[in-house]
């Protein structure tokens, strides 16, 4: 699993049936310090993150699980929001 | 998911059974400024993707079997979705 911050959404009308009534997050990662790093990817998301959160998410096949026993076709998913994060 | 440009058409006659029938498409992943990101890559579509469409990729193997609806298909990515609109946040 991954931070990452969510900067935007997609709609698509015309897509797989068992993405109906999903919502599709554009996702920045973020590193420990939550700045941007790495490329910005498309989730579903299972927990209802808004844009401008920070969120944790999975990929894989298991971004899919929130969803079980319906067969999402997805490879990564919002599955958390962040309340805050220290390091040291 | 990657955002994607459809960039060509795939034909190919002697390919795996579990193919049989799957559409394939060329496919560019792009950044979210439309400019192409990394190398063009295969995928089976299941959604009537064309020819210069903005499109969602999975490139996961299970993920892209499921859209094919098909079990153990020797696939790695798929177009799961065709793109309206995408919004950012400024």
Wanted: hydrophobic share 50%; proline share 5%; no cysteine.
């Amino acid at each position: 699993m991954q931070l990452a911050k969510v900067i935007g959404d997609v709609v698509a009308t015309q897509k797989d049936a068992n993405l109906n009534g999903l919502r599709l997050m554009v996702l920045q990662p973020l590193g420990p310090d939550l700045k941007a790093t790495g490329r910005t990817l498309v989730a579903v998301d299972a927990i209802g993150a808004g844009v401008g959160e920070t969120v944790f998410f999975v990929r894989g096949k298991e971004a899919s699980f929130p969803f079980y026993p319906q067969d999402v076709p997805t490879d990564a998913g919002i599955v958390g929001i962040v309340d805050q994060v220290s390091t040291s | 998911m990657q955002l994607a440009r459809v960039v060509g058409n795939v034909v190919a006659t002697q390919k795996h059974p579990k193919f049989e029938g799957a559409k394939l498409l060329l496919v560019q992943p792009i950044g979210l400024d439309d400019m192409p990101r990394g190398t063009t890559l295969l995928a089976v579509d299941s959604v009537g993707a064309g020819v210069h469409e903005k499109v969602l990729v999975v490139i996961e193997g299970r993920a892209a079997g499921e859209a094919l609806g098909r079990k153990v298909a020797p696939v790695d990515a798929a177009i799961i979705g065709i793109v309206d609109r995408v919004d950012i946040a400024e």
